[in-house]
């Protein structure tokens, strides 16, 4: 609790809320970018899966 409020003190409160935000969002916005590369393979695989659909 110390570190945060000598933190708070040194660069100020918005940057200290600022950097707390980020560093407890990482994780999701990690996630995020490996949902989204992986969406071109899971379309292929849609693709590949689907049964070809002729018109009459």
């Given at each position: 609790m110390e570190v945060w409020i000598s933190m708070v003190k040194d660069v100020g409160?918005?940057?200290?809320?600022?950097?707390?935000?980020?560093?407890?969002?990482?994780?999701?916005?990690?996630?995020?970018?490996?949902?989204?590369?992986l969406i071109p393979h899971h379309q292929e695989t849609i693709r590949s899966e689907e049964p070809i659909k002729r018109e009459a």
């Open positions: 409160f918005p940057a200290v809320v600022t950097f707390f935000l980020l560093h407890r969002i990482e994780g999701k916005i990690d996630e995020l970018i490996q949902s989204v590369q």
